[in-house]
């Protein structure tokens, strides 16, 4: 099995910067670099959206335009870890953030929105922004 956890969540105020971490264990072993890896929110009383995705290349691609520039995805192949730097936070970013991974899908699939709900995901980290 797979296994991602993410942290780094916590409460900040407006304008204020986090950075999300989400560690792979299990079985996806060796095979981590060959994944596309996302970010996912939920925000209360709201259904989960796609925030950004990063395929095995590199090759980054935001779901919000309101978070391009403002979040900043990335990731650690050989730590198997994947990250997201979030800096001039606003009230409206407050949510449930999901880590999520998933085999076979780059490029264009990799886009947050095309795979949902599919692969592994993490149990979520809470970040709440204050105004």
């Known amino acids: 099995d797979v296994q991602l956890v993410e942290s780094g969540g916590g409460s900040v105020q407006a304008g204020g910067s986090l950075r999300l971490s989400c560690a792979a264990s299990?079985?996806?072993?060796?095979?981590?670099?060959?994944?596309?890896l996302g970010w996912f929110r939920q925000a209360p009383g709201k259904g989960r959206e796609g925030v950004a995705a990063?395929?095995?290349?590199?090759?980054?691609?935001y779901a919000d335009s309101a978070v391009k520039g403002l979040f900043t995805a990335s990731r650690d192949n050989a730590k198997r870890t994947l990250f997201l730097q979030m800096d001039s936070l606003k009230p409206e970013d407050t949510a449930m953030y999901y880590c999520?991974?998933?085999?076979?899908?780059?490029?264009?699939?990799?886009?947050?929105?095309?795979?949902?709900?599919?692969?592994?995901w993490g149990q979520g980290t809470q970040v709440t922004v204050s105004s």
């Open positions: 299990g079985y996806i072993g060796s095979r981590y670099g060959v994944y596309c």
């Open positions: 990063i395929d095995a290349n590199g090759s980054t691609q």
């Open positions: 999520a991974a998933v085999a076979g899908y780059s490029g264009s699939r990799c886009y947050p929105g095309s795979w949902q709900g599919l692969g592994y």
